[in-house]
């Protein structure tokens, strides 16, 4: 069987299905003890959230915690917990009150327009289910029975399930539905257990059989007799090629010919700052501000700002922190912020387009950076720049806040360096028009290869028009790079193609400074780098550019590195 990586890794185990709990409906028996039950449920299931929410404060962090935050202020809620009374008051038991009104409530949230509000339904449905278990069999552990060195299998499971999931007893999990950026595939990869999500028709295979999950290369698959000990070897193998990464990603990432870059992470919170440390990262080549204005009611104020900011830049310490300017729109909604209703959004108002319309949102960014910049190594980056005139603005707006702090008596050396990030074509096929107006480019890989294919990124029926290894794009790569160096300025990749060893060869070898990517890419990319030549690379560059397609290119650089038996 088949499925998303949601959290990479290798492992053994025998099956063990999670079997969604069957509400079997009770009659009625009267008002005050229907409601009673209902009651003793509420405060059983907040009970439990709060336990789960500390215990991952505990062990994950604040903002994995928030979710159950969340799901307690659900079911504090006085209006839903007053529609699911008035049902029992017409004599409804209360198993068939709460499973109506949470429909009832979810299929509202889904029919919102609202993305952000849409996927809240799940949060809905999440206490719903937990609501219906207390009034049955008050909590009744779902994973009870399991042995030790289980795959878990389930249709789909909530943030609350993942967070009781006995890691003692669980190798790996598999859910039929769900993609890599669910609450739960978050989860696995934080808590460092393969798991594999959209895996079609999981909950079919019986329990207790032997397999092997691969969620690497995305499959799950039965252990016949007699092969036990091959799968065995090759997690015991991948363990080996992991301690080498996890004894080396401190390292700096030098080529065997002694040509240094930067390999940076790219991150979203003040928590991934320190992972981000932990895991090699010599720097911030993007930080996404979005999820600082996302789950919340209103726009962060400038203090907020500044305090989450700085928290990265402490962090950090010396190194660089590159800041990105809010880059909503299209999949990046805010709850409290209407976007324009467009037909398409993808090539509508968004980000620095946006920003420009309203400088109070901008100006408050831009303050709390420029703060932070006192203290620390930070930069600042203009997101979706299409235009110089966008980025004249933008500077003005700059030195209109710097030329104000220092009236204010901040310190005369106050500056700040600025750089766009290259995913728009109007700029990646001539940036010798933009070079001089900015101090750094870097290349956002996933948006440019998105509009320069004309194909959207979150479209699976066009997702075979991701095609980083192109050579349309690989040459607008090396005209961003050599334009920059020409004017002694330096250029960085921030979305994908920066972590991904098929394409960081052939970044290597255009010369690229910096490479930016998921923190958990860091370790493996430095290897990688450590282990070919800057003159190999540039000769594979110009065997490439020979070539017509993405496919003739993948497998030039996948031969390259065969032969070096660098494993991918
Ligand atoms: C990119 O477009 O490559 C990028 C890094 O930005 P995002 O993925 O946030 O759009
Ligand atoms: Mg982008």
């Known amino acids: 069987m088949k499925g998303i990586v949601a959290s990479e890794g290798l492992a053994v185990g025998r099956i063990f299905r999670v079997e969604e709990a069957q509400v079997v409906k009770p009659f009625f028996t009267t008002e005050e003890h229907e409601l009673t039950r209902l009651r003793n449920a509420a405060l059983l299931s907040i009970d439990q959230l709060t336990q789960i929410r500390n215990h991952v404060m505990d062990h994950l962090g604040k903002e994995e915690a928030l979710v159950f935050s969340a799901h307690i202020e659900i079911l504090k809620d006085p209006v839903m917990m007053e529609e699911i009374c008035q049902l029992i008051r017409k004599d409804v038991v209360a198993e068939e009150a709460v499973d109506e009104i949470i429909r009832n ?221 809010l880059d909503i729109g299209v ?94 074509p109007s700029v990646a096929i001539s940036p010798d028009l933009f070079v001089d107006e900015v101090d750094f480019f870097s290349i956002g890989s996933n948006d440019l290869i998105q509009y320069t294919f004309a194909a959207d990124r979150m479209n699976q029926d066009v997702s075979y028009l991701y095609q980083p290894c192109h050579p349309s794009i690989l040459r607008m790569v090396k005209n961003v790079i050599d334009i920059a160096h020409d004017k002694g300025k330096w250029a960085g990749v921030c979305g994908e193609m920066a972590g991904d060893p098929v394409t960081a060869p052939l970044l290597l070898g255009m010369g690229l400074d910096e490479f930016s990517m998921s923190i958990a890419s860091i370790p493996r990319i430095k290897y990688l780098i450590r282990h070919l030549s800057l003159k190999e690379c540039r000769e594979l560059v110009e065997e490439s550019f020979r070539l017509k397609t993405h496919a003739e290119v993948d497998a030039l650089v996948r031969n390259f590195l065969q032969q070096k038996k660098i494993a991918l």
Do not use: C, W
């Open 105 to 325: 409530y979810v299929e509202l949230f889904l029919s919102m327009e609202d993305e952000y509000m849409r996927l809240r339904s799940s949060d809905i449905r999440d206490v719903g289910k937990r609501m219906l278990n207390n009034l049955q069999n008050f909590g009744k552990n779902l994973f009870s029975g399991m042995e030790p060195n289980s795959i878990v299998v389930a249709h789909d499971l909530s943030p609350s399930e993942t967070a009781q999931l006995p890691l003692d007893k669980t190798v790996g999990f598999i859910t039929e539905i769900g993609g890599r950026t669910s609450h739960t595939s978050i989860f696995a990869r934080n808590l460092g257990i393969p798991a594999l999500v959209g895996v079609n028709g999981a909950m079919k295979l019986p329990n207790n059989t032997l397999m092997f999950l691969n969620a690497i290369e995305g499959e799950v698959v039965r252990i016949l007799p007699g092969e036990l000990d091959f799968y065995l070897t090759r997690i015991r193998e991948h363990e080996k090629k992991n301690r080498e990464l996890e004894d080396t990603k401190f390292l700096p990432a030098v080529t065997t010919d002694n040509h240094r870059v930067e390999v940076a992470a790219n991150i979203g919170s003040p928590r991934e700052a320190e992972i981000a440390v932990r895991s090699g990262a010599e720097g911030v080549g993007l930080f996404r501000t979005e999820f600082l204005f996302m789950e919340r009611t209103g726009f962060p104020d400038e203090a907020e700002q500044f305090e989450v900011y700085s928290e990265v830049a402490r962090s950090m310490g010396e190194r660089p922190v590159i800041v990105r300017l």
């Open 331 to 424: 999949d990046k909604r805010l709850s409290y912020y209407k976007m324009p209703d467009e037909m398409n959004p993808l090539l509508g108002k968004r980000a620095m387009r946006l920003l420009l319309e309203h400088h109070e949102i901008l100006e408050t960014q831009l303050k709390a950076i420029l703060r932070t910049s006192l203290t620390g190594n930070v930069k600042v980056m203009l997101p979706m720049i299409a235009t110089v005139e966008e980025i004249r603005a933008a500077r003005n707006i700059i030195d209109g806040i710097i030329a104000e702090m220092k009236n204010e008596g901040a310190a005369e050396e106050l500056q700040i360096e600025i750089g766009i990030t290259v995913e728009v």
